[in-house]
C-alpha cells in the first residue's frame, strides 16, 4: 500500500474513532447507537409522552426505546409497565437514574418535584426532557442552580413547552430579527378558556388510598414541601394547592410567553406585577388563582402584558393551541399578529414607518407537533447538540418572570430582579 494512502486511511480511521467515541458520549452511553429512555412520573401528562416516545421509535423509526419508569405511587407504576411491556420499574427517580440502560428521561411529575429531578437527572449525565413548569412558583434558586448546572453540563434538554414546536413561532423571530418592525417595544399576550378541566378538577385515583406500600407520600413532599397531614386531595388533586402548583400563571402562561421571550430575545424583566384572583371557581380547598394578569418592564423600553382568565373563553386574537390567544408583537416600524383564519402572518407598517405603508402577509408553514419537540431532543442528544428548541436558558428566563409575577401576587408587591446578584427583590 502506498504510504500516502497508508496515512490517509489511517487518518480517516481515527476520525472515525474519534466520532464514535463522541456520539458514544452524546448517547450517555447507548448501547449500538440506541438511547433508552426512563419515565419519572407515570401519571395522566405522562401518558402522551409515552405515546410520543412509541411513536418516535415505531412509526418515525428512530433509535429509541422505552427501558425504565418510576412512580411514587405503585398501581399507576405497574400500569405503565404492562402496558408498555417495560422490565425495569423504580418506585424512587434516584434508582432510575442509576440504571445504566436509562440514556434519556421524561420528567413528568407536580410542579414542585421538576427542578430537583431535572437537577439530580443533569448531574447523572441523563438528556432531560422536563415538563412545564420547569420549577415550582416559589423555587427561583432551584430554578437559577438548574439553569446553571445545565449550562456546565454536556446534556441536551428540553422544557416541555409545546408551543416551541410551532413553526409560527420561528417565521416571527426570524422577521423581528430581519427589522420587519423595527425596534420592538411591546408585546401582549394572553390565555383564555372556560374550564378547570385537565388542572384543578383532577380525579381521585382511589378515595380510599393511604401512605404505605404502594404510596410514598414522604417522596411526594420532597423536597422542600412543608410536612403536612397526607390527604388524597392533596396527593392527586395537587394542582388545587399553591403549595405544588401555581395556577394559570405557571400551569398555563408558559405556553403562551415562553414563545414570545424566545422570539424576542428578552432577558431578565427589571419590573413585574402581577394579580390574581379566583372569580369562578371557588373550590373549597382551593388557593391558586384561575385568573391571572401580569406587566413586565424590560430594558431598552421594551414592556410586556399577559391577561387571562379561565373563566370566560372570549378572544380579540386568532388562537393556537388549547386557549393561546396569538400575540401582539409593536415596534416602532409596524406590528406582528396572525391572521383571522390562522393561516398567516401579518406584518403591518405603521404610520411614519421608514417602510412602505402597508401590509405583508407571510403564510405559516405548520402547526404544533409535541412529537416533533421530542425529535428534536433526541436529535441533539445523539449529535452531542445542546442547541434544542426549549433549552433551559429559556425557561429560565421565562420562569423568573413567571417566578416573580406570582410573587408580587402572593405578597402585594412590585418585584425587581437584581441582574448583579441574579436574585428577586421583592
Not at 179 to 201: L, N, S, T
Not at 291 to 300: E, G, T
Not at 388 to 394: G, H, Q, R, V
Request: charged fraction near 25%; proline fraction near 6%; charge should be positive.
Amino acid at each position: 500500500m502506498p504510504r500516502r494512502e497508508f496515512l490517509g486511511r489511517t487518518a480517516a480511521t481515527a476520525v472515525a474513532v474519534a466520532a464514535g467515541s463522541t456520539l458514544a458520549k452524546a448517547q450517555g452511553g447507548a448501547s449500538k447507537g440506541r438511547l433508552g429512555v426512563g419515565f419519572i412520573g407515570c401519571g395522566g401528562r405522562s401518558g402522551s409522552h409515552f405515546q410520543m416516545v412509541s411513536k418516535l421509535r415505531g412509526e418515525m423509526k428512530m433509535p429509541v426505546d422505552i427501558v425504565a419508569c418510576c412512580d411514587a405511587y405503585r398501581p399507576r407504576l405497574e400500569k405503565r409497565k404492562q402496558q408498555y411491556e417495560i422490565k425495569n420499574g423504580y418506585r424512587s427517580h434516584k434508582d432510575l437514574l442509576a440504571d445504566p440502560a436509562v440514556d434519556v428521561v421524561c420528567i413528568a411529575t407536580p410542579d414542585h418535584q421538576h427542578a430537583s429531578q431535572a437537577l439530580d437527572a443533569v448531574k447523572a449525565g441523563k438528556h432531560v426532557y422536563c415538563e412545564k413548569p420547569i420549577s415550582h412558583w416559589s423555587q427561583f434558586e432551584a430554578t437559577r442552580e438548574l439553569a446553571d448546572a445545565v449550562a456546565a453540563s454536556k446534556v441536551a434538554f428540553v422544557c416541555g413547552t409545546q408551543a416551541l414546536s410551532d413553526p409560527a413561532w420561528k417565521q416571527m423571530k426570524e422577521l423581528i430579527k430581519a427589522g420587519a418592525i423595527g425596534q420592538p417595544i411591546q408585546a401582549e399576550v394572553g390565555f383564555f378558556r372556560v374550564g378547570d378541566w385537565g388542572e384543578r378538577k383532577m380525579r381521585i385515583d382511589d378515595p380510599n388510598a393511604k401512605p404505605g406500600p404502594d404510596l410514598d407520600w414522604e417522596a411526594f413532599l420532597a423536597p422542600d414541601r412543608t410536612k403536612v397531614p397526607f390527604s388524597v386531595d392533596r396527593y392527586f388533586r395537587w394542582r388545587l394547592f399553591s403549595d405544588y402548583a401555581g395556577g394559570p400563571v405557571t400551569d398555563l402562561y408558559p405556553h403562551s410567553l415562553t414563545p414570545v421571550v424566545d422570539m424576542l430575545d428578552l432577558g431578565f424583566p427589571e419590573l413585574v406585577a402581577g394579580i390574581g384572583s379566583i372569580s369562578r371557581y371557588p373550590y373549597e380547598l382551593r388557593s391558586v388563582p384561575d385568573s391571572f394578569q401580569l406587566i413586565a418592564q424590560y430594558p431598552k423600553g421594551f414592556s410586556l402584558s399577559m391577561t387571562g382568565t379561565q373563566g370566560n373563553d372570549f378572544q380579540t386574537t386568532p388562537r393556537r393551541g388549547a386557549g393561546q390567544r396569538c400575540p401582539v408583537i409593536r415596534g416602532w416600524d409596524g406590528s406582528l399578529y396572525i391572521s383571522e383564519d390562522n393561516r398567516e402572518i401579518i406584518c403591518r407598517s405603521t404610520q411614519g414607518s421608514p417602510r412602505k405603508k402597508g401590509i405583508e402577509k407571510f403564510p405559516i408553514q405548520g402547526g404544533e407537533d409535541n412529537t416533533l419537540l421530542w425529535k428534536n431532543l433526541i436529535d441533539c442528544a445523539l449529535e452531542g447538540r445542546q442547541d434544542t428548541w426549549s433549552p433551559m436558558d429559556l425557561a429560565f428566563r421565562t420562569q423568573t418572570l413567571l417566578q416573580m409575577a406570582m410573587a408580587g401576587h402572593m405578597q402585594g408587591k412590585m418585584v425587581r430582579f437584581d441582574p448583579a446578584r441574579r436574585d428577586m427583590v421583592i
